[in-house]
Structure formats: C-alpha cells, structure tokens
C-alpha cells in the first residue's frame, strides 16, 4: 500500500494524491506569480505562458503533494490498515 501523486489527466486544477490509486485528497496552493507557474508535468505535456493559468496544474501545490506522499510514505509502515 502506497501513496502517490495522481496522474495528470486533461485540463485539471491542483493536484492529487491517491492511496492505492484511490484519490484521498487534493492540493490547492497556486501562487499565481511563479515563473513559470504551470508545474514540470504541464510544461512536459506542452504548456507554454501564452496558455495562461486556467485548468493547469501549478509548481507549488505539485511540489506540496510530493513532499506530503514522501512523509505519508515514510511513516505508512508505523501505521495498521
């Protein structure tokens, strides 16, 4: 039993964390003034500035959802299911 950051699916907001590929939340936390603002996945899917901030996953809340599943992670073996 894992956790992750969900796949990036279509035009989306935040990101996603699942538990055994169920989604169990998701992370909303833009800052509207990073350059660039899309996240890394975007930009590999083809995000370019010209495409704006609507229905793009941002840098931030993916950097927050990877950091919470690497400590959801690393404690998940003190944790009875």
């Known amino acids: 039993m ?9 035009k989306y907001y935040g990101t996603k964390v699942q ?4 989604t169990v939340f998701e992370i909303w936390c833009p800052n509207h003034f990073a ?8 930009i590999a899917k083809g995000w370019t500035p010209g495409d704006g901030h609507d229905h793009v996953e ?8 990877k950091l ?3 400590y959801l992670n690393s404690i998940s ?3 009875e299911y």
Do not use: C, H, M
Not at 2 to 10: I, Q, R
């Open 2 to 10: 894992t956790w992750t950051v969900g796949e990036l699916k279509g």
């Open 19 to 22: 538990f055994d590929g169920d």
């Open 35 to 42: 350059k660039p603002f899309a996240s890394e996945r975007e």
């Open 58 to 65: 941002d840098q931030q809340s993916y950097n927050t959802a």
């Open 68 to 70: 919470i599943v690497d």
């Open 77 to 79: 073996y003190k944790v």
